[in-house]
């Protein structure tokens, strides 16, 4: 049966390509974004789109009286680690008074259900080891502590008011829509994966590589890439899955990469080297972080992309044919 949908950040990279599963299997959903972050051609044909600041409460108001809803799903949020440690204020407010203000409209208009677009970044873990959904919580980052927020509001919203919650804590989204249709397009870009493939292709100074000192392997960072096509479908299993009770799942690959591994990858997809110096540390890193995605798995979670030179792949592709990314 056709179901309806609020996609808070709908025009942003996890949320598009969210939006784009929801369409193609017949679903309504509208699109809540500011287009701060978001671009309007992330967005398909036909899909409702709000234009409005979640600060805006009235304007929330509006779009969620128009329900029935059968889901609200959060990803509007800031999502850089090192900006967060330039302006923890910001990122707390913004990501965690909004998230919460969206919680208290949700609760207030019946919707039943909420699915929050949450982060690896609560984990701050030493070692190797896969973290599991109940390792300690220890944000590195303001950003990690302003989705922990968020989380902790569902948890006394479904306690208090029956809100049924799935926080799905991503690990490193990456990769795009394997049809083409969308892509990973931040301005300004900070990721590595886009990076690496933008200076590949000679249209990005040399790759800076933020610490060789790290407990690792290689001195770099560790991250378990996740493809951003499977995170979609994690959201479409969470919806059904939450019909049993509040979910927090990891999704990742569990396998974790260097830094270097991962130019190394980009190097073998793209056939060209990728220019890249060695740096100091960022703030906010941690130095490895993989998946444990057990319940997310058990439930029926099957990642389709989870080689990393599939990841890669699908995201070369979509720079080669997108040298501006939605830009002209
Ligand atoms: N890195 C570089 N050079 C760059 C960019 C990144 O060396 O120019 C390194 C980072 O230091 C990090 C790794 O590559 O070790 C991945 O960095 P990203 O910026 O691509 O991603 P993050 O791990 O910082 O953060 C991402 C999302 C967050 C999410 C987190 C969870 O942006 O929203 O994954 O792991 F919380």
Redesign the pocket.
């Known amino acids: 049966m056709p179901r309806r949908f609020l996609v808070t950040g709908g025009a942003g990279y996890v949320g598009s390509h969210l939006v784009a599963a929801l369409c193609d299997r017949g679903d309504t959903a509208v699109v809540l974004d500011n287009f701060h972050i978001g671009h309007r051609r992330a967005v398909p044909d036909g899909v409702r789109t709000i234009d409005a600041d979640l600060s805006n409460i009235a304007a929330v108001d509006d779009a969620l009286s128009d329900g029935p809803w059968d889901a609200v799903f959060h990803f509007a949020a800031l999502?850089?680690?090192g900006e967060s440690m330039r302006e923890p204020l910001r990122y707390l407010l913004e990501n965690g008074g909004n998230g919460m203000r969206l919680i208290d409209a949700c609760v207030r208009h019946g919707v039943g259900r909420f699915v929050l677009s949450s982060?690896?970044?609560l984990f701050n873990a030493a070692g190797d080891d896969p973290i599991p959904e109940d390792a300690p919580i220890d944000p590195n980052s303001a950003?990690?502590e302003s989705k922990w927020m968020i989380e902790r509001a569902l948890r006394w919203a479904s306690q208090v008011h029956g809100l049924r919650y799935a926080c799905l804590r991503?690990?490193?989204a990456a990769g795009a829509d394997p049809q083409g249709r969308l892509g990973e397009d931040h301005r300004p870009e900070?990721?590595?994966m886009p990076?690496a493939i933008d200076a590949a292709l000679g249209r990005r100074p040399p790759?800076?590589?933020?610490?060789t000192d790290y407990p690792t392997r290689d001195g770099t960072?560790v991250?378990d890439y996740i493809h951003v096509t499977d995170l979609a479908a994690a959201h479409l299993l969470a919806f059904e899955a939450m019909e049993h009770g509040d979910i927090r799942w990891n999704l990742g690959n569990g396998a974790g990469y260097s830094?270097l591994e991962v130019l190394q990858a980009v190097e073998r997809v793209s056939g060209r080297p990728v220019p890249h110096v060695l740096a100091e540390r960022?703030p906010g890193?941690a130095a490895s972080?993989v998946a444990s995605a057990e319940p997310a798995l058990k439930a029926g979670w099957q990642p389709r992309y989870a080689a990393l030179d599939d990841i890669v792949r699908t995201a070369f592709q979509w720079r080669l044919a997108h040298p501006n990314g939605y830009g002209n």
């Open positions: 999502s850089q680690v982060t690896a970044a950003y990690g991503y690990f490193n900070t990721h590595l990076l790759l800076v590589v933020f610490g960072c991250r830094v960022r890193d972080l």
